[in-house]
């Protein structure tokens, strides 16, 4: 069965439809009341929805199946400056919501969320770890305001480096994870990272969790161990459950920036990966390479007929 593509929150096919507007507290500030603040968002947010909408509607056209929502579809939706506002009922958000879930469930499309880089899934400190239940609480919120069940994933990295290593960091994620409420954990998915956490270290911390692992083909050439991905995808795909197990995907964008994104996917560099996952059966493939949707129509004509709406 060929494969699902898709790619990161922006379009760049279609004109001014960025997803991801976003509202600045500074910029709130200059405003006379709390209403006209929300007032502010509200404008933000709706514009973010219809974009999406968009996007989804280019996805069908074009056949792809694979998508993450722009993290800040509601503008300041972890922020004080939004309290005592249920933008998941406000009567100009709440249409749109629905019909993006409609849609993604119509389509059949596979979603996700990623919460920012201050989201450290092992943070010690309460103050940090608060960052990452503001994010996952939100992102439920979210999806269940579009009417999308579990599968509807959020992605988190497991975080920073430990004193104790690496056998440390593992812990203190596993106990933090132990803290997020099951409408969290049963949307988590963990995604191996390229500093700190190897694939290899990561598909332990899903293992002993209980839930599934992205992996990510760019991080582990910037991160390992000298493992074989070969000797870790088919453990990798067995901790998925409710939907095919996704990769990541991306090239380093030069020898000299190995962790930045390439404009495209360099589908030689890509080969040996892509044909190592299709030997496993079913997978979603996420695109991350800067050129976003282009990048991944592009990959899918460097490789005819692997991936579906080819």
């Given at each position: 069965m060929p494969a699902?593509?898709?790619?990161?929150?922006?379009?760049?096919?279609?004109?001014?439809?960025?997803?991801?507007?976003?509202v600045t507290v500074k910029s709130l500030e200059k405003l006379p009341d709390a209403e006209a603040r929300i007032g502010r968002i509200r404008r933000i947010a709706k514009r973010n929805l219809a974009n999406t909408l968009r996007i989804l509607s280019f996805m069908k056209?074009?056949?792809?199946?694979?998508?993450?929502?722009?993290?800040?579809?509601?503008?300041?939706?972890?922020?004080?400056?939004?309290a005592g506002w249920e933008w998941w009922a406000d009567p100009e958000l709440q249409p749109l919501l629905e019909r993006i879930g409609r849609e993604v469930k119509r389509r059949g499309f596979?979603?996700?969320?990623?919460?920012?880089?201050?989201?450290?899934?092992?943070?010690?400190?309460?103050?940090?770890?608060?960052?990452?239940?503001?994010?996952?609480?939100?992102?439920?919120?979210?999806?269940?305001a579009m009417g999308l069940d579990e599968r509807a994933k959020i992605v988190l990295h497991v975080g920073r480096r430990f004193a104790g290593g690496v056998a440390a960091g593992l812990r203190q994620a596993e106990k933090n994870m132990e803290r997020l409420p099951p409408a969290v954990r049963s949307r988590l998915v963990v995604e191996n990272d390229d500093r700190t956490y190897s694939a290899k270290d990561t598909l332990k911390l899903c293992r002993q969790a209980g839930v599934p692992m992205v992996f990510d083909w760019h991080h582990h050439l910037c991160r390992s161990d000298g493992e074989d991905f070969r000797d870790l995808l088919p453990d990798v795909f067995a901790t998925w459950r409710d939907r095919p197990p996704k990769v990541h995907l991306s090239s380093p964008k030069d020898g000299r920036r190995s962790r930045a994104h390439a404009d495209y996917v360099d589908p030689e560099g890509a080969r040996p990966f892509l044909?190592?996952?299709?030997?496993?059966?079913?997978?979603?493939?996420?695109?991350?390479?800067?050129?976003?949707?282009?990048?991944?129509?592009?990959?899918?004509?460097?490789?005819?007929?692997?991936?579906a709406g080819g």
């Amino acid at each position: 069965m060929p494969a699902g593509l898709g790619f990161v929150s922006i379009c760049l096919s279609e004109k001014d439809c960025s997803p991801a507007g976003d509202v600045t507290v500074k910029s709130l500030e200059k405003l006379p009341d709390a209403e006209a603040r929300i007032g502010r968002i509200r404008r933000i947010a709706k514009r973010n929805l219809a974009n999406t909408l968009r996007i989804l509607s280019f996805m069908k056209w074009h056949g792809l199946s694979v998508y993450r929502f722009a993290t800040h579809l509601i503008p300041l939706a972890t922020h004080e400056a939004t309290a005592g506002w249920e933008w998941w009922a406000d009567p100009e958000l709440q249409p749109l919501l629905e019909r993006i879930g409609r849609e993604v469930k119509r389509r059949g499309f596979r979603v996700s969320t990623h919460p920012p880089q201050l989201c450290v899934l092992n943070a010690p400190e309460p103050q940090v770890f608060q960052w990452v239940e503001k994010y996952t609480a939100y992102h439920v919120r979210l999806f269940e305001a579009m009417g999308l069940d579990e599968r509807a994933k959020i992605v988190l990295h497991v975080g920073r480096r430990f004193a104790g290593g690496v056998a440390a960091g593992l812990r203190q994620a596993e106990k933090n994870m132990e803290r997020l409420p099951p409408a969290v954990r049963s949307r988590l998915v963990v995604e191996n990272d390229d500093r700190t956490y190897s694939a290899k270290d990561t598909l332990k911390l899903c293992r002993q969790a209980g839930v599934p692992m992205v992996f990510d083909w760019h991080h582990h050439l910037c991160r390992s161990d000298g493992e074989d991905f070969r000797d870790l995808l088919p453990d990798v795909f067995a901790t998925w459950r409710d939907r095919p197990p996704k990769v990541h995907l991306s090239s380093p964008k030069d020898g000299r920036r190995s962790r930045a994104h390439a404009d495209y996917v360099d589908p030689e560099g890509a080969r040996p990966f892509l044909e190592a996952v299709a030997a496993l059966g079913d997978f979603d493939v996420m695109v991350e390479a800067k050129q976003k949707d282009l990048a991944a129509l592009r990959l899918r004509d460097d490789f005819p007929g692997l991936f579906a709406g080819g």
